[in-house]
């Protein structure tokens, strides 16, 4: 499930329209119905700010700068490490992302801790992937299963 996933499975479940959020945002109506719109259909990337308003929009709580110490990103042809995907806005925003939606966020810091791995595997366009942990303890990981969404 990516981020634009996780927006429209949130308004579903709260019963909410998208004019209806855009009015809950901070600014003028009018534009963020159409940052929405323009997000929701996959016509942008909504960055990190309008996450945080969308997310305040929706009362959820999605922290958007958690750090784990230690990430790799595979495409299917090539790695990506930790230096690489901070200086690469799709990768970190992907990183970011799954952090946020698959249980990651909650255990950074143990996972910090621990000197454990994020390892996401995506596809070519870096537009969605799936997050899992490596070198970590059973306990940590039995820990992230239960958290996992």
Do not use: C
Not at 36 to 60: H, T
Not at 122 to 142: F, I, M, P, Q
């Amino acid at each position: 499930m990516d981020m634009i996933d996780k927006i429209q499975t949130e308004l579903k479940q709260q019963g909410l329209s998208m004019v209806e959020l855009a009015r809950r945002m901070k600014g003028n109506t009018a534009t963020r119905k159409k940052d929405l719109s323009e997000i929701l259909n996959r016509k942008r990337d909504p960055g990190k700010d309008l996450l945080e308003e969308i997310a305040e929009g929706l009362n959820v709580k999605w922290s958007l700068d958690v750090s784990i110490k230690s990430v790799i990103i595979f495409d299917g042809e090539k790695e990506y490490h930790t230096d690489q995907i901070d200086n690469n806005m799709q990768l970190s925003f992907l990183r970011n992302v799954i952090i946020n939606l698959a249980g990651f966020a909650s255990l950074v810091n143990k996972i910090n801790n621990e000197n454990g791995t994020l390892y996401i595997l995506t596809d070519k366009t870096h537009a969605s992937g799936s997050g899992d942990l490596k070198n970590v303890s059973n306990e940590l990981y039995e820990e992230y299963l239960r958290v996992k969404p």
